[in-house]
């Protein structure tokens, strides 16, 4: 019970931040010249009310000595808005004492309270408080004709400074209220409620002050969160940063804070090493796994999550642990993303790298580093190539060759793939026309489709160009998609994938059997051909289990009336299971790698027949 009232007391209460710099400043020099004026005017009132000049010396001197000490060398904030408050406060007793303690005198001490509050730090605040109930408290009792100018207090001086400081304290109370207005207005995030950057940044570094012990920071990032918009509105995104936000605040100890940096973007202080951190991170995992219901859809929320501490730092600063999460949270989503990943040596230097390799891929496509091969299909009926399937490559001017694994999700995560994408779809359109009319037949192409592609509301717009450019009919194309994307909102990928299809290209899921989505799923898509992941395949013919899999997806495919592709085939054994199977096509290095266009050449008015080979070609790869 004290806890919780020990906590709603602080919540209540100012945190006491410091002031921008140029604020401080504007205040600080208000409250100087204030307390300059004073110290001469009560020398000139002490004057003028007959007292001998050297009382009306002292009086000023008293006054004006406190200033000296914010003029020491080095003197921080600190000292210098406590000698302000002091000379302040000084003058407040001076003019009660001038006055013989009259009533109306102690008023003063209502606007010197005000104007040290204006610091907003408790070091001069209570300083005011303290003062203002000692000098009629202690100094009433002792010398109570010097503060209070009426008998009955004279005669009890502790009743009435208990009353004075009761009206000290009211009039405080609004002080403090305008005092935390100002601060949630500057310091909150108007969304969410949650702190800001400016509040995190500034609770860390008190805390690394305060602690000898290590303290973390977590990084969060919504994953995906800019489909979330783009699909739902940015109503929708804003209901859901504000329920993450509450699941948030309920996984943290009432000594964290939580923070909202931006956009999707969170933070959380941690008084605790990376342990400690890392299994808050959990929980809000955990907390995050139920989708979140927008206008009676559910939205499923994943979060990428870094974590840094003070014992892995290179300095014990806020900006030195937020810059280390951020660089986890960023290995976290290059690692599969909804994870947790803890900062180590070395990964500001993998940062660097990978934004390098992000930067050379906004401009690769205008360099012509980028190609495309093509990798045949195959009916495994007729044994004749029927199309290919158009493949990425880079060929990074220092780097080398580099692999679709590494620079692919760099560009989903960056937005480079939409770009890159449409470069893709045209060249593959191109080449298949190309291709069919060099032939007398037509050759089918297939072009992967990225899920930021499929979310881009030009999406179809983008086909219909690509067709109509090209010239290759709508019916030769095939767009693949991994399943997933089906995670995200399937009632949109569905609408998209329909209008896809009314331009008569068809559709295939690629990789099934290894996403979110489950067979059930295939009875709601309007999709064409089913693609069997090459982690199956593998297995097959090697006593493995995937085969009844396989004939489960191949069998379930059929009833759909949907065409089957089974990937990676490499050997013979596998050729012949999937042909036990009534596979009707398949790719793979049994049947040909990818290749550049000018390699493959497909010829002649009648499909490519493909041979047959042993094991000795499988053994060529």
């Known amino acids: 019970m004290l806890d919780g009232l020990h906590g709603r007391l602080a919540t209540a209460l100012p945190e006491g931040r410091h002031l921008p710099e140029d604020v401080w400043r504007r205040r600080h020099r208000v409250i100087l010249w204030v307390a300059v004026l004073q110290a001469g005017g009560l020398g000139i009132m002490a004057a003028l009310a007959g007292r001998t000049p050297l009382t009306a010396l002292l009086l000023t001197v008293a006054v004006a000595y406190p200033l000296t000490f914010g003029l ?14 002091a000379s302040l406060l000084a003058a407040s007793v001076a003019l009660v004492y001038l006055m013989d303690g009259l009533t109306e005198a102690h008023f003063h001490f209502f606007v010197m309270v005000g104007l040290s509050a204006l610091y907003q730090n408790w070091v001069p605040f209570g300083m005011a408080l303290a003062v203002v109930l000692a000098h009629h408290g202690v100094v009433g009792a002792l010398f109570p004709h010097a503060v209070f100018g009426h008998d009955s207090a004279r ?55 305060r602690r000898s012990g290590p303290v973390s920071v977590l990084f969060l990032d919504l994953d995906d969160f800019k489909d979330v918009n783009d699909s739902r509105g940015h109503a929708a995104g804003d209901q859901l940063l504000t329920t993450v936000s509450r699941r948030l605040e309920g996984c943290v100890r009432p000594v964290d804070q939580v923070a909202r940096l931006g956009g999707d973007e969170f933070a959380v202080v941690v008084a605790g090493s990376s342990a400690v951190a890392a299994e808050i991170g959990g929980r809000m995992l955990t907390a995050l796994a139920d989708p979140v219901s927008v206008d009676g859809r559910s939205i499923p929320v994943r979060v990428s999550i870094g974590v840094a501490d003070s014992t892995s730092a290179a300095d014990r600063s806020a900006d030195t642990l937020l810059r280390n999460a951020d660089l986890a949270m960023y290995l976290a989503k290059a690692s599969g993303k909804n994870r947790v990943v803890v900062y180590a040596e070395g990964m500001d230097r993998a940062a660097q790298a990978k934004a390098e390799l992000v930067a050379d891929l906004g401009s690769a496509v205008a360099a012509g580093q980028l190609a495309v091969h093509y990798q045949p299909t195959v009916d495994l009926a007729e044994g004749t190539t029927t199309g290919y399937e158009a493949l990425l490559r880079w060929q990074h001017p220092t780097r080398g060759l580099v692999a679709p694994a590494e620079f692919v999700p760099l560009a989903e995560e960056s937005g480079a793939i939409v770009e890159i994408g449409r470069w893709v779809l045209a060249e593959a359109t191109r080449q298949a026309a190309e291709w069919s009319a060099q032939a007398g037949r037509p050759i089918d192409m297939a072009v992967n489709l990225s ?62 059997g290894t996403g979110y989505s489950s067979l059930s799923y295939l009875r709601r898509l309007p999709a064409d051909v089913v693609k069997i992941d090459r982690s199956f395949v593998q297995d097959l013919g090697a006593g493995g289990r995937s085969t009844t899999l396989v004939a489960s997806i191949i069998e379930l495919a059929r009833s759909l009336h949907l065409e089957v592709v089974a990937e990676g085939v490499e050997t013979e054994e596998q050729h012949a299971v999937l042909d036990r199977l009534a596979c009707s096509h398949a790719q793979g290095y049994l049947f040909g790698r990818p290749q550049p266009a000018a390699v493959q050449r497909p010829a002649g008015p009648a499909p490519v027949p493909v041979p047959r080979p042993g094991t000795e070609l499988a053994a060529r790869r």
Do not use: C, K, Y
């Not at 020491?72 to 408050?85: I, K, N, V, Y």
């Not at 935390?180 to 002050?209: F, I, K, S």
């Not at 995200?488 to 009314?502: I, N, P, Y």
């Open 72 to 85: 020491l060398p080095g003197a921080g904030r600190g000292l210098r808005s406590a000698a302000a408050t």
């Open 451 to 512: 899920p930021r592609q499929l979310l881009d509301d030009d999406v179809v717009s983008t086909v219909r160009a690509a067709l109509a450019t090209s010239g290759l009919p709508a019916g030769q194309l095939t767009l693949e998609v991994t399943e997933g994307v089906l995670i995200d909102d399937v009632e949109m990928v569905v609408d998209t994938f329909r209008a896809l299809r009314t331009l008569g290209v068809r559709i295939a899921i690629d990789d099934f």
């Open 155 to 209: 005669h009890s001086p502790w009743t009435w400074s208990l009353v004075h400081g009761a009206f000290v304290l009211a009039a405080s109370l609004a002080h403090l209220a305008a005092w935390r207005l100002n601060e949630q207005q500057g310091l909150r995030d108007p969304l969410t409620g949650l702190a800001n950057r400016t509040l995190l940044v500034e609770t860390t570094n008190r805390l690394l002050a």
